[in-house]
């Protein structure tokens, strides 16, 4: 796959959803949210053509696939920018997403299970059925399965299944409160052994498929191990953000990742880029923030002070806006 985009977008395009799983980020007011269209899909295509650049778009929310014509938005958008979904696959379109859009122009999509929200064997079928379709015409799917610590047990039963369907899972960690404690770090030496296990089992099912996507899903689930150790300190490194990623609001603003700082607005035909990185003053996804800081991250020795801000900055981040979800 030969993907050639000029900027990447952590495109939220609702925070309304059907699921509500315990560790979303997303505030549950805001899944519950009526679910509101900013723009018609034809005037994102034009917000996006108006920028003169071909982007990647990472489609999250909320739960994208019950937007409005979203198969119509994606198809629209497919025939000039690039494309990874995040979803939960419980919407019907993705059956016709899998027959409309054309794969060579999605990067990938993180088919998120969500055990606890598919209590009917019937729900979780659906699911593997969906996720079959899309792979018979062609998709990159990510099936991933975040770690709460029952899922943690009973990772390798689930597996079984799956693998009994031809599929594969990957293990994600969870980085949210979640039943009073704060993950990754609440992870037991047990628990966290079994996901690096989990996780090595998922890179090599997963080997065929990652060594054609051309480069890696910037929602890189495989290398989830990292996100076990202590956390991640971006602040002062040279990023990206702002310049060659950004992230979209429903509304269509421009944002720097977390920081607020708006980059005009999509749907305005007004937005306006950094013209080169800039070190990182907030703090955001780690997958993004990843992919976007030069030098890469070098898991380094991050002083008492780095993780107090750390904490400091998760809590402003999420006190300020509308998170994104767990992707
Ligand atoms: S994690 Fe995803 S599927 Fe679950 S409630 Fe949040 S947005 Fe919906
Ligand atoms: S928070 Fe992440 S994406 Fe934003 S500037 Fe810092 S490193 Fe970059």
Redesign the pocket.
Known sequence: MNLKYDMEADWILLTTCNFRCAYCFVPLPALETKLTTYGTNAQWTEGFAATGKTWLLHISGGEPSIYPGFVDLCQRLSEHHYLSINSNLSHRCMDTFAETINPERVHFINAAVHYDERPKQKTLDAFISRVQTLRMHGFHVLVSLVMTPVLVRDFPELSKYFESHGLSLIPKVMRERFEGKIYPGAYSAEQRSLIHEYLAKARKNYATVTSVMGETATIDMFTDDRLLDSPRI??G?L????HN?VRIEPNGAVI????GVQLGNILLKNASFLDAPKP???????Y??EK??SPPFVPAQETKRDVGDFFLTLKTWRDSQRQPPDR
């Open positions: 971006y602040r490194k990023c990206g953000s702002g990623f720097r990742c977390g920081s990182c003053d907030s703090f955001y996804c780690p993004f923030c976007y800081t």
